[in-house]
């Protein structure tokens, strides 16, 4: 169901203003541009989209395979179909935070224009660099990921615990959590 992955492809999607991207724009927005992934590593992501039906391949352009205004939609009777798709995480719950979520995403978007408007208010529009000198000083959440997870709770978002939203955060760019010996520390730093 929504993953850190669909949470990664719209991003670059939203991001480039496109509906399709090529292999290679996909794969160099997430290990050159983004420093995300490492060249091996973007090319397996891709990849590993593509074989989920996270991503559909048309010729030499690359589409998303998902809508939040269509999961917004779904019925119960389409409840009952995907708990009969073996190649999900069959969970009724979860299959009803996906639909109840993608509702609550799209109000998020009706009120601050975007989600990427109301969800970079928690770190005040900036990305948090947190300068570690070691992995150990890497926390599972954050006060920022509390509140977070509170307002999108608020909102009836389902499945967004603290945990969730700080690898959320993580994921897309909202905290530079790279160690400083890292060798994407400064890279990093550079984009943001």
């Known amino acids: 169901m929504t993953s850190d992955a669909e949470i990664i492809i719209t991003f670059l999607y939203k991001r480039s203003g496109k509906d399709e991207l090529s292999f290679s724009d996909l794969y160099l927005n997430l290990s050159m ?23 559909i391949k048309k010729g030499d352009l690359i589409k998303p395979n ?47 224009g975007s989600f990427n408007n109301y969800i970079w208010k928690f770190v005040n529009y900036k990305t948090i660099d947190n300068k570690f000198k070691d992995l150990s000083e890497l926390p599972s959440k954050t006060e920022q990921s509390e509140q977070m997870s509170k307002d999108l709770k608020k909102r009836r978002f389902k499945f967004v615990g603290p945990t969730i939203c700080y690898a959320f955060m993580q994921a897309v760019g909202m905290v530079n959590d790279h160690v400083i010996n890292c060798f994407r520390y400064e890279d990093i730093n550079k984009i943001v």
């Open 66 to 112: 998902f809508d939040y205004n269509k999961i917004a939609k779904y019925t119960k009777q389409k409840v009952e179909e995907l708990m009969n798709n073996k190649g999900i995480i069959r969970n009724t719950l979860k299959i009803e935070s996906v639909i109840s979520n993608a509702k609550a995403f799209l109000n998020v978007q009706k009120e601050f």
């Open 33 to 55: 541009e983004l420093n995300w992934f490492t060249p091996d590593d973007a090319k397996a992501f891709v990849n590993t989209a593509i074989k989920q039906e996270l991503l």
